[in-house]
């Protein structure tokens, strides 16, 4: 089982629609959480840390479930320059690792 | 401005020799990490250190290695051993221990390495 695992996509949405993303970890003993974006031929940049009690910034809406070791990430209201991959980071107690990302295209 | 720095953007070389990557970070951190990401695909880890002096195999050493002699450095050796060593590859550096483990990795731009 991989550490770390995503949905590939590609998630084709209209502007304005709402999407969502999963993630699972397998290491319980992992630390801390975040979402990255990645745009084609750049590096990740953060989007977001991601905690139990969730957390908000603008349309992005991020939650944590340790006891289901599952992450996820809800895009409101899509816009086109939302589109690029998306990378769920798992920290652990020495390794950082990053899933393979899930593609979003926003459609107009 | 603070930030981590990869040099060169764009690498040639030629198969069968060896090429060193820089990374330097002046964020004062204490973890550093080398991944790579190949066309389509996600970031894999090569190796990370902790600590000066210190370094440990990620999921794909084999035909890399790696130096940690100054907390600000973190140079990644591309060796002949290498089977496809061309690839866009990525340092990243995050602060380490007690709450500085809920920091996230902040990233350099990436060198873009191609072997012919």
């Known amino acids: 089982r991989k550490e770390v695992e995503q949905d590939p996509g590609p998630f084709n949405v209209p502007e304005g629609a709402t999407v969502a993303f999963n993630c699972t970890y397998s290491?319980?003993?992992?630390?801390?959480f975040f979402w990255y974006r990645q745009d084609c031929r750049k590096e990740p940049k953060l989007l977001m840390s991601v905690y139990s009690s969730g957390n908000e910034d603008g349309r992005f809406t991020a939650q944590l479930n340790r006891a289901s070791q599952y992450i996820s990430l809800l895009i409101r209201d899509s816009k086109l320059s939302d589109s690029a991959t998306y990378l769920c980071?798992?920290?652990?107690?020495?390794?950082?690792?990053f899933g393979t990302g899930t593609k979003l295209q926003v459609i107009p | 401005d603070g930030g981590i720095t990869q040099s060169p953007k764009y690498l040639f070389r030629k198969e069968g020799q060896n090429v060193t990557l820089s990374c330097e970070q002046n964020l004062n951190h204490d973890a550093m990490y080398w991944y790579r990401q190949d066309p389509g695909q996600g970031l894999r880890l090569i190796y990370y250190s902790q600590i000066v002096n210190d370094f440990q195999k990620g999921d794909i050493a084999e035909g890399y290695s790696v130096s940690r002699e100054k907390k600000e450095s973190f140079p990644l050796t591309v060796t002949s051993a290498q089977k496809n060593p061309t690839a866009f590859y990525l340092c990243?550096?995050?602060?380490?221990?007690?709450?500085?483990?809920?920091?996230?990795?902040?990233f350099g731009n990436g060198t873009r390495l191609t072997v012919t």
């Open positions: 980071v798992v920290k652990g107690y020495q390794k950082v690792t």
């Open positions: 990243a550096s995050t602060p380490w221990g007690g709450r500085d483990n809920n920091s996230p990795l902040h």
């Open positions: 290491n319980s003993a992992s630390q801390s």
